[in-house]
């Protein structure tokens, strides 16, 4: 075998390794107390957008599933009395592999207790810049909402348009439209991808904030207009960093949203995965008033890197099976 080498040098794994400590001394210096939880779980994500690695399990008949986020076990250590909490830990998405994606990255998340969007957005931005040695991203970041970055950039509102209207927005040919159907969401993240967020400002980052109801996953509504979530999203160029929410704590809301999703997993052909009853347990319980986010570590090195290819922020890109065993 000739492909034994890693993909990065020592050099750039030195710059990751300061980039972590001067994430970890920021949540220091902040009193944000740092937190481990487990990679495996019973339960796996019901999010129609993710997929979760299964684990066979010898002990039993019953697959265990690899975390795609610590957010559920985050949110049992704040519904225990946690303070404000964060951690770095591996995660693992299925069917995620490329320029901007490895089925194995690492994730920062972190939660602020009684922070508003406008608090936890002033946060994140401050982690970023931080990490990414850029002090003016902090004052320069511009702050968009999701319904004005559609209709500047497409021309439509994103919470009153049809199917249709999504789809003639996109330019979608039949087969695109066959492939898509009727589902709301699908065309609005295509839209994003591929019309939105090409046109933010490459030198600066862009929150895009208030998503679509329909999309508000583990957020709370916004409580001034239940059509949109406080939700928010922070992108440098078209590259998305940061995902975060004012966090739902009702758990009836949430354990309905939880069959939605599973819903529309089974619509669409998906497996559906045992759902984390756990996590409804601590918001019954009593989850405290909270924010939380999550960003993609090797996003970030991207950016300080400079580089539009996560394999050169690894040390070992995602190698298939056959590759590795003879």
């Given at each position: 075998?000739?492909?034994?080498?890693?993909?990065?040098?020592?050099?750039?794994?030195?710059?990751?390794?300061?980039?972590?400590?001067?994430?970890?001394?920021?949540?220091?210096?902040?009193?944000?107390l740092e937190v481990d939880t487990p990679a495996l779980s019973a339960a796996a994500s019901s999010d129609v957008q993710l997929e979760s690695f299964e684990v066979s399990n010898s002990a039993s008949a019953t697959p265990l599933?690899?975390?795609?986020?610590?957010?559920?076990?985050?949110?049992?250590?704040?519904?225990?009395?946690?303070?404000?909490?964060?951690?770095?830990?591996?995660?693992?998405?299925?069917?995620?592999?490329?320029?901007?994606?490895q089925p194995e990255f690492t994730l920062l998340e972190w939660y602020r207790r009684d922070f508003d969007l406008n608090a936890i957005i002033a946060d994140t931005l401050n982690v970023i810049a931080l990490a990414l040695e850029e002090p003016t991203f902090r004052e320069s970041a511009t702050i968009l909402d999701y319904r004005d970055a559609f209709a500047?950039?497409?021309?439509?509102?994103?919470?009153?348009?049809?199917?249709?209207?999504?789809?003639?927005?996109a330019r979608a040919d039949t087969s695109l439209r066959e492939a898509l159907g009727d589902e709301r969401d699908d065309w609005l993240d295509l839209l994003l991808t591929s019309k939105v967020a090409p046109t933010f400002a490459k030198d600066r980052l862009?929150?895009?904030?208030?998503?679509?109801?329909?999309?508000?996953?583990?957020?709370?509504?916004?409580?001034?207009?239940?059509?949109?979530?406080?939700?928010?999203?922070?992108?440098?160029?078209?590259?998305?960093?940061?995902?975060?929410?004012?966090?739902?704590?009702?758990?009836?809301?949430?354990?309905?949203?939880?069959?939605?999703?599973?819903?529309?997993?089974?619509?669409?052909?998906?497996r559906q995965r045992p759902s984390d009853r756990n996590l409804v347990a601590a918001l019954e319980a009593g989850l405290p008033s909270c924010s939380g986010v999550a960003v993609g570590i090797e996003r970030l090195h991207m950016i300080h890197e400079n580089t539009d290819d996560i394999r050169n922020v690894i040390c070992f890109a995602f190698e298939g099976y056959d590759e590795q065993v003879t």
């Open positions: 075998m000739t492909n034994w080498r890693p993909t990065s040098n020592a050099d750039v794994a030195a710059r990751r390794a300061a980039l972590l400590r001067r994430v970890r001394q920021y949540f220091d210096d902040q009193q944000v599933f690899l975390y795609t986020s610590p957010e559920f076990c985050m949110k049992r250590l704040l519904a225990a009395g946690y303070p404000d909490i964060y951690s770095i830990c591996r995660v693992f998405r299925d069917a995620e592999s490329g320029r901007h994606h500047a950039s497409v021309g439509i509102d994103p919470i009153s348009a049809s199917v249709s209207e999504l789809a003639d927005a862009t929150v895009l904030r208030h998503y679509p109801a329909s999309q508000a996953a583990l957020a709370q509504l916004c409580p001034a207009d239940a059509a949109v979530a406080d939700r928010f999203e922070i992108f440098k160029g078209p590259i998305e960093l940061a995902n975060g929410y004012v966090e739902l704590g009702n758990a009836a809301e949430q354990t309905k949203r939880i069959a939605s999703e599973q819903w529309h997993r089974e619509r669409r052909g998906r």
